[in-house]
């Protein structure tokens, strides 16, 4: 069983900053490729980002892009992501995900799940 503990939810005003951490415990760290995903009230779970195993590749839903920044420490086996310049729309639950030896941006190909945390931005 790979668990997967987010942390770093919280209050933030629109424009502000937030970084989520997500400590892993899958062995190796580096077989599973780490994925940001995101749900809303009323709305499907959602792609965020995604970084390789290595972490020398990334993605990321358009609708972030040039905001936030998935990175991964796998000495700490800890998946990060920063998240800049926060709009309203971005409030939702925040989970991270583990995808062994796979790259993919469906959720359907995530073989673990942390238990999310919430982002909320206010005005």
């Known amino acids: 069983q790979v668990q997967l503990v987010e942390s770093g939810g919280g209050l933030v005003q629109a424009g502000g900053s937030l970084t989520l951490s997500c400590a892993a415990s899958?062995?190796?760290?580096?077989?599973?490729?780490m994925g940001w995903f995101r749900q809303a009230p009323g709305k499907e779970r959602e792609f965020v980002a995604l970084?390789?195993?290595?972490?020398?590749?990334?993605s990321y839903a358009e609708f972030v892009k040039g905001r936030f920044i998935i990175s991964r420490d796998n000495a700490k086996s800890t998946s990060y992501l920063q998240m800049n310049t926060l709009e309203i729309e971005d409030t939702a639950v925040y989970y991270c995900?583990?995808?062994?030896?796979?790259?993919?941006?469906?959720?359907?190909?995530?073989?673990?799940w942390g238990q999310g945390t919430q982002v909320t931005v206010s005005s």
């Open positions: 970084i390789s195993t290595n972490g020398g590749i990334t």
């Open positions: 899958a062995r190796p760290f580096t077989s599973y490729a």
């Open positions: 995900a583990a995808a062994y030896l796979r790259w993919s941006q469906s959720q359907a190909d995530y073989n673990w």
